[in-house]
């Protein structure tokens, strides 16, 4: 950050986030943790979207099973 000219909000955010890690260390090694760790956000989503889908599907299929109408098409 010893540039002449004006200074970016991105680089000056960065250069605070640095120096906030480097201040709290303890903050620094739990992201690590949590960054290394099977824990992520987005992949129990996508797990939850597929178990809902599965319990759907096997729903939709004992529905259609069951109706008269329909018996024999499956």
């Known amino acids: 950050m010893a540039d002449n000219g004006p200074v970016s909000v991105l680089d000056k955010t960065k250069a605070d986030w640095s120096q906030f890690k480097a201040a709290n260390t303890e903050v620094d090694e739990e992201l690590e943790t949590f960054k290394k760790s099977g824990d992520q956000y987005l992949d ?9 889908l599965r319990e759907y599907e096997k729903e939709r299929d004992l529905r259609l099973a069951s109706d008269v109408r329909t018996r024999g098409r499956l």
């Open 44 to 52: 129990k989503q996508n797990f939850l979207k597929r178990a809902e």
